[in-house]
């Protein structure tokens, strides 16, 4: 179960005029995302291929040791947040599933090749486009790997494609070798991709993904809380708190803030709009950036992830869970104090349904943000500046 709190510790910032501003926009928004062609995210996966994820990892898991994950941006983050999320923090068992694609080092590459060779594994390769140069360089030197280790028929239960269902080069691969693959719907963006075969198919090998689809599910109650959310932070945008710090204390959710920044930066950063999203991992980061945040300059609003549920870890008459909690309690009463407004999303307990529940708020609230912005939510022109100058540079 996940709940909200954006009024307590925003309440000296937020007037209910201007609340009122944006509640009277809430209809066509809701209007402007119905009628959207990308937004194919509000609905749920189909139990085909709900079905085909769970043959393909049985097939997978008869063959190999590890599944190697290559895709950057939307194309990765969503399984590796929930992944690092769910699993222990020592003596991981599960099966192994490791991220490349993320980096061009040349030192990790010779490493993850020098691992890899000695063991049976698969490559699943996620790229909607077919193009972005980190994905086809760390597929590239990969498959030289697979090729070398493995027969052409051997080959095809090793690869797995997820990308376009009709165009881009990986789907001609796939045609073309007869790989087995996955889509990632045309109506689906990258970073709104997450109840896809994208993440669902990695995460399939070691989580209940139905868990998944149905905690999602759950999450399109939340709607109006969705709704509450964007309209708060954009109130404080125009009050010149142009960054919003998600913060956690769990060290297992730091991915999931990079997946945040993600969301929200690719969603709102456009025509010199935005919030820019950072994280801080407490209490970690209270003893540097909490300086800053305290008494630095006051351009900041705060999104504290609350894990409620215990697991009962006694501490002298207390238990550490719980003081935790009270660390975090005693930090935002702190830094409101220093006038840094601090919404709170508390979540029962880390487990597939709460971050099911947890991923669709959080891509209806972007979503309802962008249009509140008056920016289309689902483009990234931005990156893909970055991704063409690489293009010419590197042909
Ligand atoms: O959210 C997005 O659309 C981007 O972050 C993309 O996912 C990222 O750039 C990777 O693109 P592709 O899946 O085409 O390789």
């Known amino acids: 179960m996940v709940s909200f709190d954006f009024n307590t510790y925003t309440n000296k910032f937020i007037y209910e005029q201007d609340k009122a501003k944006y509640l009277a926009q809430k209809t066509t928004i809701i209007n402007a995302l119905n009628t959207s062609d ?35 941006g939307g194309s990765f983050l969503g399984s590796l947040a929930v992944n690092d999320m769910l699993k222990p923090y020592f003596k991981d068992q599960s099966f192994e599933i490791i991220y490349a694609g993320t980096t061009l080092s040349s030192k990790y590459m010779t490493e993850l090749l020098n691992y890899l060779k000695d063991i049976d594994f698969s490559v699943n390769v996620v790229s909607k486009s ?49 790989y087995e693959s996955f889509n990632i719907p045309d109506d689906i963006g990258g970073r709104y991709s997450f109840l896809t075969p994208a993440h669902l198919f990695p995460l399939a090998f070691n989580y209940d993904i139905l868990k998944f689809v149905k905690g999602y599910e759950q999450g399109k109650k939340h709607l109006d809380m969705a709704y509450e959310y964007a309209v708060t932070r954009q109130i404080l945008y125009h009050q010149n708190k142009v960054v919003e710090n998600f913060c956690v204390y769990e060290p297992n959710m730091s991915y999931f803030t990079e997946w945040l920044k993600q969301l929200f930066a ?91 529940e947890l991923i669709y708020f959080f891509h209806l609230s972007a979503a309802f943000s ?24 590197l042909e």
């Open 38 to 72: 990308m937004a194919g995210w509000t609905k749920l996966i189909s139990a085909d291929t709900l079905d085909h994820i769970t043959k393909v990892v049985q097939k997978v898991k008869e063959n190999s040791t590890c599944l190697v994950v290559i895709g950057i």
């Open 130 to 178: 077919g193009t972005t140069r980190e994905t086809t360089i760390t597929y590239n030197l990969i498959k030289k790997l697979l090729v070398e280790k493995y027969s052409p028929t051997e080959l095809k239960n090793h690869i797995i494609i997820t990308t376009d269902s009709t165009k881009g080069p990986l789907r001609e691969e796939a045609t073309a070798y007869q």
């Open 370 to 393: 962008g249009y509140l912005f008056g920016v289309n939510p689902f483009t990234q022109p931005g990156v893909e500046v970055y991704k063409n100058e690489v293009r010419k540079n």
């Open 266 to 356: 690719e969603t709102e950063g456009k025509d010199n709009k935005g919030i820019l999203p950072i994280s801080t991992i407490h209490t970690r980061d209270l003893h540097s950036l909490g300086q800053f945040i305290q008494e630095g300059h006051k351009i900041m609003f705060e999104t504290f992830l609350k894990i409620t549920k215990s697991n009962y870890l006694k501490y002298q008459q207390n238990d550490l869970h719980n003081i935790n909690n009270i660390v975090l309690d005693s930090v935002i009463k702190a830094h409101y104090s220093g006038n840094v407004p601090c919404l709170i999303i508390n979540i029962e307990e880390l487990n597939e349904e709460t971050i099911g």
